[in-house]
Each structure stands twice: as C-alpha cells, then as structure tokens.
C-alpha cells in the first residue's frame, strides 16, 4: 500500500477484555515496529521484527502484551486483560530496511490506534 | 545513556512569522541519526528529516532549515514565514549505534501553534 496503515483507528473496551491491533506495513519493508505514545509525550518503543522474527522485545511492559508478524508482512499487536494503565495511542511503523543499515532504515508511521480501556 | 530534550513545550506565533524549535541530545555513541517528525491535529506521526552525526551541513527544505551543531549537541528545526497549517507537535528523536537494539530516543515534543 500507500503508507503504513493500522485498525482499527481507535478502541474502547472494558477492562479485563483481550484486544487485537493490526499493522499493515509499507510493502516490501523489512522491519516492523511497535511504539506507545501517552498524551503530550514522545512514542515509547515496544518491540520490532525483522520479516517475521522478532528482534528486541524489550519494551514490552509486561507478559499481557505480545506480539507477532506470522508472514513477514501483516503484524498483530495483543493486550490480554487490558487495564485502564494501558489507554494510549499505539503505533506501527516500518522501514525499509532493519535499523542500522543506512538511509533506508528510516521509520515510516502509521496513523496510530487510539485506545480506550473503561 | 541517551537522551532528547525539547525545552519548548508549546510555542504560539503569528502567521508568516519564522520560528525555531530547540532540540539538545545527548549520546556517547561516535555514530548516531538524528530525526524530526511531524504529528499534525489529525494525528499521524510524519518523517520531516533525518540526519547523521558525520555529516554537519545544514539543510534547507522550502520553508524548513535544519541547523545540526555537534559542538552543542543541538539539532534546531527552524520554519520560515510559518503558516497555520504548520501547527502541530514536532518531536525530535535521537537513535545511536552503542545499543544494539537501534532503538530511536523520543524528546517529549514541542506543539506549535500558528495563529492567522
């Protein structure tokens, strides 16, 4: 596609219920990653993948967050019993290339999903 | 450790006044990337410019410059005779090579607001 693209755009679920948030990256592009962004503040990393491994899970907060890119493409990011702490804008982005191999790993992003745990 | 600091939370001026957002970053990596992005109302997050700690010269984009001063660890984004659909949050971020994980360092943004 055009750009990176991510649903849904916003969410708003109770707390305790599972979400899903889908990516759907630049085609072509090797990397993916996952940022979370609290209002009036920078994006804080979550994890990324190279194709369909994931490299660096290290900012995950904890075991209810996972994520996976299956086929190298498409990714899915998961929150089990989700809890009012984790209402923020979640955004993917990807590039090119893997972080560190030049002017093509730069980081395109998606417009976000805004969500709301009640 | 590395960091991005944006002193300026919020900056208002007049239409087709020129403005410059402070960014200072600190890293200890000889090797790093410096990047701006653009959040808008709408609230996407937009790549503006990226530039590499071994290349200095400023850069000029329409209406955008780019001042990269290693002496001062500052890379300052100015726009000239700014317009209403400049408003935004502008972030600056930092990403090194001493970490492995590559990760981009966020400063905390500085919202502009153009007023017609």
């Known amino acids: 596609g055009a750009g990176v693209s991510q649903s849904p755009r916003y969410k708003v679920t109770k707390r305790g219920q599972d979400v899903a948030l889908r990516c759907d990256p630049i085609?072509?592009?090797?990397?993916l990653y996952w940022y979370r962004q609290a209002l009036g503040q920078g994006p804080e990393f979550l994890t990324y993948f190279n194709y369909e491994a994931q490299q660096d899970k290290s900012g995950l907060p904890n075991d209810r967050f996972s994520a996976e890119r299956p086929e190298g493409s498409i990714s899915t990011l998961t929150i089990q019993r989700t809890e009012q702490r984790d209402s923020a804008m979640y955004r993917c982005?990807?590039?090119?290339?893997?972080?560190?191999?030049?002017?093509?790993?730069?980081?395109?992003f998606g417009p976000g999903t805004r969500l709301t745990v009640l | 450790a590395q960091k991005v600091t944006q002193a300026q939370t919020e900056i208002s001026v007049v239409e087709k006044e020129d403005v410059t957002l402070d960014c200072v970053y600190e890293?200890?990596?000889?090797?790093?990337?410096l990047f701006w992005y653009k959040q808008p109302p709408s609230g996407e997050l937009v790549f503006l410019i990226r530039?590499?700690?071994?290349d200095e010269q400023n850069e000029i984009s329409g209406r955008y410059s780019w001042n990269f001063q290693k002496s001062t660890s500052s890379f300052n984004f100015t726009i000239t005779a700014s317009q209403v659909v400049d408003s935004a949050v502008y972030f600056c971020a930092l990403r090194g090579r001493m970490d492995s994980n590559y990760q981009l360092i966020w400063g905390a943004g500085t919202k502009l607001i153009i007023k017609p």
């Open positions: 890293t200890r990596d000889t090797t790093y990337y």
């Open positions: 530039r590499n700690s071994f």
């Open positions: 085609s072509g592009h090797v990397s």
């Open positions: 982005a990807s590039s090119l290339t893997p972080p560190g191999t030049g002017g093509t790993d730069t980081q395109y």
